[in-house]
């Protein structure tokens, strides 16, 4: 079984800085993509940031610029450094992971909040 925790989201000024962090509880060598998605209430999912296994990355248009995201295989860890945030950046984040081989599947982890406000 694979478990994505999420940490690091919270309450910040626009123009503030976060870090979330998504904590894999299986190695994320055969994880050929993780990332984040967000949700605001009544829209649909949208991605947010992927990074495949060599390290490419893909943002959303609205994020590119502003959000950085990486990850640390040997610590089964995926971060993602959000700047300059907007109140639009709003939403619930959530992790997810595409593994290969034994736990193939997309999983997801339980969701953080983060809220842009003055």
């Known amino acids: 079984q694979v478990q994505l925790v999420e940490s690091g989201g919270g309450l910040v000024q626009p123009g503030g800085s976060l870090r979330l962090s998504c904590a894999a509880s299986q190695s994320v060598f055969s994880v050929k993509a993780m990332g984040w998605y967000r949700q605001v209430p009544g829209k649909q999912r949208e991605l947010v940031a992927s990074?495949?296994?060599?390290?490419?990355?893909d943002y959303a248009d609205s994020v590119r610029g502003r959000f950085t995201i990486s990850r640390d295989n040997a610590k089964n860890m995926a971060y993602l450094q959000m700047d300059s945030l907007k109140p639009d950046d709003t939403a619930v984040y959530y992790c997810f992971a595409d593994y290969v081989g034994a736990y193939r599947g997309r999983h997801w982890g339980q969701g953080t909040q983060v809220t842009v406000s003055s």
């Open positions: 990074i495949a296994t060599g390290g490419s990355t």
